[in-house]
């Protein structure tokens, strides 16, 4: 069965509004989640590494800003896509390691669409 | 940082047939490898891994082979079933648990 729970699976929004993507671990801790973007037809591209009780790690090019990550417990990660445009639609997936150095799993990902 | 390419982009084989996926990387500093299957609109799965610890690994139909020195690995799937049909992703990291830097991706087509 799943170890990641990713919610929503799909989310609608208007052009200009936030977007708020969850993503536990199921019966384990995860320290360390990772956040990916992926579009369609393409691979994933990993946009940050979310760190319980500090800041998230941004990959170069990802604007920490505009993709607000969020780790305030050991079971549960969150971005936050703020003032979301059209070109931010994607699929976002987490992941997290059961042991932190077991291979990754990966959350069921969230389809965003931007209108 | 790390660069993995991946070839074919696509690949169509015949049911019973073998398909093979190979990659490469850039950073000496990656010591695990993973390979994911993802079908439409779902998570990737885990399908097998190895470590730079190893030249080979075998699953049932699955095998993947790493060659260090020269920084490729390679996914071997043999007597491809319709199931098979998906997306395969790999990807290097410096351990396991670690970040993933994943390739391009194949798109497989088994046809029956």
């Known amino acids: 069965g799943a170890v990641v729970s990713q919610h929503p699976s799909r989310v609608i929004c208007k052009s200009g509004t936030s977007v708020k993507i969850e993503c536990r671990s199921l019966d384990f801790q995860a320290t360390t989640m990772f956040w990916y973007r992926q579009f369609p037809k393409q691979s994933l591209m990993l946009m940050a590494t979310?760190?319980?009780?500090?800041?998230?790690?941004?990959e170069q090019g990802v604007e920490k800003d505009k993709f607000l990550i969020n780790h305030a417990s050991l079971t549960l990660s969150t971005l936050t896509v703020t003032s979301a445009h059209p070109e931010d639609s994607s699929f976002y997936i987490c992941?997290?390691?059961?042991?932190?150095?077991?291979?990754?799993?990966f959350g069921n990902g969230t389809r965003l669409t931007v209108t | 940082g790390e660069n993995v390419e991946q070839h074919p982009s696509t690949l169509s084989v015949q049911e019973g047939d073998s398909a093979v996926i190979k990659c490469t990387y850039s950073d000496s500093a990656s010591n695990y490898f993973p390979w994911y299957k993802q079908e439409l609109g779902k998570r990737p799965q885990l399908i097998i891994d190895?470590?730079?610890?190893?030249g080979e690994k075998k699953d049932q139909r699955i095998a993947v082979t790493l060659n260090k020195t020269a920084k490729h690995f390679s996914l071997h799937i043999t007597e491809t079933q319709p199931e098979d049909s998906a997306v395969y992703f790999c990807a290097a990291s410096p351990a396991a648990g670690n970040k993933l830097t994943f390739g391009g991706g194949t798109r497989v087509l088994v046809k029956p």
């Open positions: 979310s760190n319980e009780g500090s800041k998230a790690t941004y």
């Open positions: 190895i470590r730079s610890n190893v």
């Open positions: 992941s997290a390691s059961l042991t932190g150095n077991s291979p990754l799993h």
